[in-house]
């Protein structure tokens, strides 16, 4: 596990943009399991590719018209137990972090696995989310 203080400003990026932070099981299963419309969920972590690739792609994805009506965030390394029930809802894809998925009404219809999100750059995973909102969204 990461210290708090490190990942705070790395938790930041994403909910000084109005991301909501999930730290629990109990809050991971209270938004995706009552989630009615879209829902967003990124696992955000300390890798390079999450501040390079993630965290901006995932902010200018979200600079449209059509987005997800709720954007929410967990932390691999620092909130164990909301990532793994997170990670619950993301069957059948395995652990990755980063990720993001995309729910419509508790349905999980868009995933982004972290080796979509390493190779690409943040205009690619922007570009790739926003296909997903104009379809979902």
Do not use: W
Not at 16 to 26: K, N, P, R, T, Y
Not at 54 to 67: E, H, W, Y
């Amino acid at each position: 596990m990461y210290p708090e203080h490190l990942v705070a400003p790395m938790k930041a990026d994403l909910t000084s943009v109005g991301f909501e932070q999930l730290i629990s099981a109990q809050e991971v299963d209270n938004v995706i399991a009552n989630s009615k419309g879209t829902l967003l969920v990124v696992v955000n972590s300390v890798c390079g590719c999450a501040a390079g690739n993630l965290r901006p792609g995932v902010k200018l994805s979200i600079q449209s018209d059509k987005k997800p009506a709720q954007l929410t965030t967990v932390f691999a390394g620092v909130d164990g137990e909301a990532v793994a029930q997170a990670r619950k809802y993301f069957l059948p894809y395995p652990p990755s972090s980063p990720s993001v998925a995309l729910f419509k009404d508790g349905e999980l219809v868009h995933f982004l696995e972290r080796h979509h999100i390493e190779g690409g750059t943040a205009a690619m995973i922007a570009e790739n989310l926003q296909e997903a909102y104009n379809e979902f969204c």
